[in-house]
């Protein structure tokens, strides 16, 4: 936790969220799942809003909780699209979105989220990389070519409990490093790092 544990309690406390959403949270703490919480969960709902987002990528759902976020910001027609490596992630994820009714914005594929990327035609709105931490610097310039131009990328974990201070070498910490230095480094994006939860990456591409 990198806030003041009390302000995050506080601040988890004035959220509201859908019940299928406490649903997957007490499901996800359940099984130790890392999914991404209320806090995160609703800067995506928002950035979707804003964004007026129709076309949405995961890199990395899980059993869909914060695909679950995006999904409810997108208009009718609009598509989000979840990548996972595990089916039975898959068939709990459209059990959740179906019973919230929307189940018709979901495309869950299975694999790795990288070559699936590759499978699908066209550009996103918005693309959620969310991965294996050491996949994050060579999936950089990949992820990017696959944004709209004012698109955003947005990567969870980019402060890893506040490991990337530490001069270390764990592969993930330098991974994340690495990472960190490119999306700031680079002249095709605008970075910011919201320090809430693990950190948030959001890069605008230019
Ligand atoms: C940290 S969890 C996050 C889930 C989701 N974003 C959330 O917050 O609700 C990451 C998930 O991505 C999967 N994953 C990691 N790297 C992947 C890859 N290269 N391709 C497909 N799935 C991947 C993991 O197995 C895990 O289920």
């Known amino acids: 936790m990198i806030i003041n544990p009390q302000l995050e309690k506080y601040i988890l406390n004035l959220h509201k969220r859908h019940p299928i959403l406490k649903e997957m949270e007490e499901f996800g703490q359940s099984i130790n ?24 990528l995961e890199l990395g759902s899980g059993f869909g909780y914060s695909g679950f976020w995006f999904a409810m910001g997108l208009p009718d027609g609009g598509d989000i699209h979840c990548t996972d490596y595990s089916v039975k992630n898959k068939e709990i994820a459209e059990g959740y979105f179906s019973r919230a009714n929307l189940g018709h914005k979901l495309h869950f594929h299975v694999g790795d989220a990288l070559e699936l990327m590759d499978q699908l035609d066209g550009e996103f709105d918005i693309i959620l990389n969310d991965m294996q931490k050491t996949q994050y610097p060579s999936a950089f310039e990949k992820m990017l070519g696959r944004l ?59």
């Open 33 to 56: 799942f890392p999914f991404l919480g209320p806090m995160v969960g609703t800067v995506l709902l928002q950035y979707t809003v804003i964004m007026q987002a129709k076309r949405i």
């Open 148 to 206: 709209r131009r004012g698109g955003l990328l947005i990567s969870d974990n980019v402060l890893w409990r506040g490991k990337v201070v530490e001069a270390s070498e764990d592969e993930t910490v330098s991974a994340i490093q690495e990472f960190n230095r490119l999306i700031f480094e680079s002249d095709a994006v605008i970075s910011s790092i919201l320090p809430i939860r693990d950190g948030i990456g959001v890069c605008v591409k230019r």
